[in-house]
Structure formats: C-alpha cells, structure tokens
C-alpha cells in the first residue's frame, strides 16, 4: 500500500468525523472568502472608475473622509482650470437616493454637466446622454434599469421629483452601472445646493508620478481648504472599503483560531483512538519522521478537503447574496481566482496549525507504552 493511499484511508475510515470537520472548515474558509471577494471587488470597481475616465486627481473638501460629504463652490471649477498642468476639469455631485417601489434601499445618483470627461468608460446601449438645456431627465445604469424595470421613455419618480428616462448605459465599473445620472443643475436644485458640489476630477495634462504629484501641490496652494488626492490614494481611503477591509481581517482571524482548533481536536481525538495502531507501526520499525508525516499529512489533506468546499460555498455564497435588492448592481458576484487561491492557502494554513502539535505528539510515542494503551 503507498503512503498516500494509507492517509486517504485512516480519513475515510471515520467518514463522518471527516465530513463535519471539512465542513467547519469550509464554513469559515467561505466565509473569508466571501469578505475578501467583496473587497477586492470594490477596490477593483472603484478604481475602473477613475482609471477608466483618465482621472488622475480628485479634488474635494480638505479633512474629510467621505466624498459623500463633502461642499465645494462650483466656481472654484474656473480657477482649477487656470492651474498649469490641468487638462480637463469635471465638477461631480453626488448623493444617495431610495426606490422603495422596487425594494431598493440606496442607490447612487450622480449630477454631471452635459459632455463631461465624467461619461467616458460609459457606453449608451439605448436612448442618448442629456443635452445642456434639458432638465428632470436620467440615465440609469444596466443593472439599475433592470432592477427597477425601466428603459428608454419611462417615467421615474426620484426622491418625490419626476424625471423621464432617456437613456440606459452600461459602465466598465460595475458600481456605476447600478446608478443613475442626472443634469448637473438638476440634482443641485433637487438637494437645494444650487452653486455647490461634491467634488472636481482633474485629468492632468501629464500622467507622470512627478507631474502629478506637482500639480496636487499647485492646487493645494492655490486654493486653500481642498485636498487634491491621486486616483488610487482615493480608493484606498475610501470609508466603505476599508470597513469591508477590517471585517474580511476580523473574520480572517476568527476563522484561523476557530478552524485550527477544530482541527487540532480532531486530530488529537485520531491520535488517541490510534495509539496502539501507532505503537504497532513503531514497532514494525516506522521511524518517528514518518509517523510524524502519516499525521501531518492527514491534517493536510482534511484542510485541502475542507478549502475545496470552502471555495464551492463561497461561490454559491457570492450568487446567494446577489438576491438581496441592496447588494444588487453594487457587487460583482464572481469570486476572483486570486482569492479562490488564498481559500486553499488558508486551509493549508489551519491544517498546519491543528495537526502540527498531534503530529508531534504521535511521533513522540514510546511503542512499548503505546502498545499497552486501552
């Protein structure tokens, strides 16, 4: 018999041992799996976002954390321009809206000027982009449209306000695919913050490091009381995600105490059960490096077992949570295969950590008393 087929056997021996210890494993590996996939997917959409448009930097209130909060002067848009090194300026405002009709709870609405660097990575699937002159009208983001049951010519009620739909688009960022779009002038009016906005995006006329670093300078010095923030500084300060980020840590954490002491007393419970089986095998001349990797190894192979179905639980996990109305058009469902990777480092992890000290202690066994054990 190989070695190999030896392991496979001692774990299918107790079959239902085995199955409910992969499967706490799996629980909390998929859970872990599931935080860290939706992590990774926000940072992935958010910065879609702004590498897709050439953004290079983000202009708002100085001081805070949130852009949602943030109050800018419209016209502080004329003197950013006048800055050397600035290409292309886009004020943005920004808010949070419901639609209670289909279950919704928030969605994102953004008021844009007509021909804003803002549309680029939008592509139009029906209807057209507003005109300079029009007001009350919106474009809905794909997965919007079709959680609200929407399209081109249909009436909307946003926050108490009528407006028409004239067009449905889909983005590269999958988070802005489930907003809408509205005239800059109208949300402003809607929110009463007529003159202000939440925020300006700069393109700058070099996407060089160094340019980019001088020209946030230039800007900071020129109008005090904003911070001009690069793209990606922007995403990584961003609240939502670094609030995903510290709950994915927490439960990383929780999943590793609680999996590797499920495995440690499994494999512990194994090694008792089979102390004479041990001493026999000493007996017969096993050197302890080998019964050492006989334990080792079936530690392993419960954790790889147990990631496997991590991995199917945290796929099944993803699609689950798309039937929430809150989650859908905010997170993409997909796994990515990074993060599948990590599931199966992280079952070899717990393995490792629950079946490293049964290991040993097997190893450590003394034949003649393993034999007289009961």
């Not at 848009?77 to 419901?98: K, N, Q, Y």
């Not at 980019?212 to 990584?236: M, N």
């Not at 689950?320 to 480092?345: E, H, K, N, W, Y």
């Not at 950590?353 to 290991?359: E, H, N, R």
Request: include cysteine.
């Amino acid at each position: 018999m190989r070695f190999s087929t030896l392991i496979l056997r001692n774990l299918f021996r107790r079959r239902t041992r085995t199955i409910l210890t992969a499967a706490g494993l799996a629980v909390a590996i998929a859970a872990v799996l599931d935080l860290v996939g939706v992590s990774w997917n926000f940072e992935r959409a958010f910065m879609t976002l702004y590498v897709g448009k050439g953004i290079d930097l983000v202009v708002v209130r100085a001081g805070i954390t949130n852009q949602l909060s943030s109050t800018l002067d419209q016209k502080l848009g004329d003197r950013i321009r006048e800055i050397e090194g600035v290409a292309a300026v886009a004020p943005s405002l920004m808010d949070v809206v419901g639609f209670e009709q289909a279950n919704i709870a928030s969605a994102l609405i953004n008021g844009w000027e007509s021909g804003s660097l803002l549309f680029r990575g939008s592509h139009i699937l029906e209807g057209r982009t507003f005109r300079p002159d029009e007001k009350n009208v919106a474009l809905l983001g794909r997965v919007l449209a079709l959680n609200l049951g929407k399209k081109v010519g249909d009436p909307l009620d946003v926050a108490g306000e009528p407006y028409q739909v004239i067009g449905v688009y889909e983005s590269d960022s999958l988070f802005e695919s489930g907003a809408l779009i509205v005239p800059l002038a109208t949300l402003q009016h809607m929110m009463g913050r007529e003159g202000q906005v939440t925020g300006f995006v700069i393109q700058a006329r070099s996407s060089a490091a160094d340019d980019v670093a001088a020209l946030r300078k230039r800007i900071e010095s020129a109008i005090p009381g904003v911070a001009a923030t690069p793209a990606r500084d922007q995403v990584e300060r961003d609240v939502q995600l670094r609030l995903v980020r510290v709950m994915a840590g927490a439960t990383t954490a929780l999943a590793v105490l609680l999996g590797s002491v499920g495995m440690l007393n499994t494999m512990i419970m194994t090694v008792f059960e089979r102390t004479q089986e041990i001493g026999v095998l000493r007996a017969l001349g096993w050197k302890r490096r080998r019964v050492l990797s006989l334990i080792l190894g079936e530690a392993v192979c419960l954790g790889v077992l147990g990631a496997i179905m991590g991995m199917m639980l945290a796929l099944v996990g993803m699609r689950c949570l798309m039937l929430a109305p809150t989650a859908r058009g905010f997170i993409d469902p997909s796994v990515p295969p990074p993060v599948l990777a990590f599931g199966l480092v992280l079952g070899l992890v717990l393995s490792v950590l629950g079946g490293i000290y049964p290991a040993v202690r097997a190893a450590a066994l003394d034949p003649s008393e393993a034999l007289r054990h009961e």
